[in-house]
C-alpha cells in the first residue's frame, strides 16, 4: 500500500478519481477511441479494448488526429469520459474538450502535466486527481490494484 | 510571462460584440493560456475539420455558436463532413444520425464557412501565402498548409478552429512563430535510387517514417526535391500526421523555407540539427510493411483518395483504368471542386462507366460507407491505411495506384513487389 503523493502541474482545473489507465504508445482519438463507448478500438495499440470511462487517463505522448477534441467532448457530454488526465505535455487539441464542456455547462475532468517518465512510474492503482486553478496540482495514490 | 489580451480582444470577450464572438474569444484565449502564449495573432484564414459530425455533443456545440449570433471573421473552409451531400443515403447511418449530421452541415454554413467539404482546400483555391498567419485544422491540411505552402500554423483541433475563426485570432505559440519552424532533425534520402523516389507510392512510405521518428520536431528532407511533385507532398504529409505528430517538413530545393538545408535549420545545420538519420532501403521496406496490416490476400474493396484526389490524380486513376471494369467495389474519395472539374472535361462519365463510386463532400474512413466484409482495404494511401483497421474494421493492405488498380480489375490481389526489391 502506498500513501504516495505526486506534484504536477495543472492544466484544467477540478478534481477526479478513478482506476489508472496508463497508454504505452501514443494515441489518436479520432480512429483509436470508438466515440460511442470510450474503448480503444485500434488493433495496432498496447491497450487495445480497454475502455478509457471513469480512468484516470495517463497519456505519455498524442498523435495524429485534430478530430481528438470531438471524440472527447462526445465521450464527456455522454457520461463516459475519463474521470482525469494526466498528459505528459500540453496537448491544446485535447484539452480544448473540457474548456468547451464547461461552455456547455457539461462537468468536464480535470487534466494535469506530468513529465512522462514520472508518468512511467505511476502505480497501477486507484489515484486522486487534484487540479487548483492556478498552477499546482496533485496526484494522490488511493491505492494499489 | 502570462497571456495579455488587447483592449479590444478584452471586449470580445466580455461579450461587447455579442455572446457568439464572445464564446469563441473565451475558447481561443483559453487554449492560449494552456498553450503559455503572450499574445493573440490575427490570422487571415482558417480551415475547419470540426464539420464532421462526431455526435450530439459537437452539433450542439455549433448550433450553441450559431444561436449565439456568431459568424466567421475571415476567409474559411470545410473539411469533410460525414454525409456524400449529393447522395446521403451513401452512407450507412441511422436516419437520426444522418439527420443530425445534416444538421451539422447546415450549422457550419451558417456561420459563414465555405461549403467546399474536402480534406484538400490547398487544391480547392485555398492557398493561403507564404508567412500568412493562419488557423487550420485536419492534419494532412496542417501540413499541406505549413510545408508546402509555408503559411503559419499549429495543429488547430475541432472546437479550436472555428473558435478562431471566429475570433479572427488564434494563441502566438508554436507554428506560428519563426524560431519554431527551423528544422531540428534531417532525413538524408541521399542513397535511395532515384527510380524508387521517381514512384508515387515511395512517398507515403517516407511520410509513415517521418511521422514515427521526427516526432513533433519539425523535420528536414534531403536528397528527393527532383521528384517532389505537388501530390507526392500531400502524401507524404498526409501519411507523416497519420503515423506521427508532424505539422511541418522541409524538403530541401522544393518548399519554400527551404531553399538550402542552412535555411531549412536557420543556420549552419552541424550546429542546429539533434539528429542525422540516414534512410536507406531497408529502413523503408519496413516503414512499407508497417503500412499494411495483414499477411492475408482477400479483399474486400479498395479505396484511393486520403487526401482527395486533385484533378490530376482523378486523372492518373482513369488513365490506368484504361476502359476496364472494376470487378471489386472501388471507392475513389475527392472533393466537389474535383468532379466539377471532371465534368467540365468530359471525364466523370469514364469512372461511372468503369464501375467506380465516387465518394464526394466525406470520404470512407469518417464515415460508414464500406461494405461489411472480412477481407482486407487495399489503398494506395498512408492515412487510409493507418486509419481503416480502427475506423472501418477492415484490415489495411497498402499498394500503389498501379496495384489498386490491377487488384480491382482482377478481383484478387495483384502487388508488384519489384518496386521494393
Redesign the interface.
Known sequence: MSAGRISATSLVHGEGEGLLLRLDAPISFWGGVDPATGRIQSPRHPQYGETIGGRVLAIPRLIGSSSSSAVLLELIAAGRGPAALILGGVDAILLIAPVVGRELGLAAPPAVDLAPEAIARLPEARLRVVAQREGAAEIRVLGER | MALELSPEERDLAAGRRGEGVA?AA??VA??AR???AERLVPIVSAHI??C?Y?????L??AE?LVERGARVSVPTTLNVGALNLGRPDQARLSAAARAEAFRQTRAYEALGCRATWTCSPYQAGHRPAKGAQVAW???NA?AFCNSVLGART????????IACAIAGRA?ETGLHKTENRRARALFDLSGVSDRLKSEDAFWPVLGALL?ARAGERPAAIAGVAAAATEDRLKALGAAA?????VALFHVVGATPEAASLEEACGGAPEDLLEERIVVDAAMLRAARDQLS?TAEDRVSAVAIGSPHLSLAEAEALIEALDGRRVALPFYANTGRHVVAALEARGRLAALGAAGVTLVVDTCI?VTPILPPGDGALLTNSGKFA??A???TGHAALYGSLRDCVETAVAGRLVRDEGLWA
Open positions: 464564446t473565451r475558447i483559453e487554449a494552456l498553450l503559455g475539420d470540426g464532421l462526431h455526435g450530439p455533443a459537437g450542439r456545440f450553441t485544422g485536419e492534419s496542417v499549429n495543429r488547430y483541433g475541432d472546437l479550436l478552429d494563441p511521422g500526421a497519420s503515423f506521427g505528430s496490416t474512413v493507418h486509419y483497421p480502427g475506423n
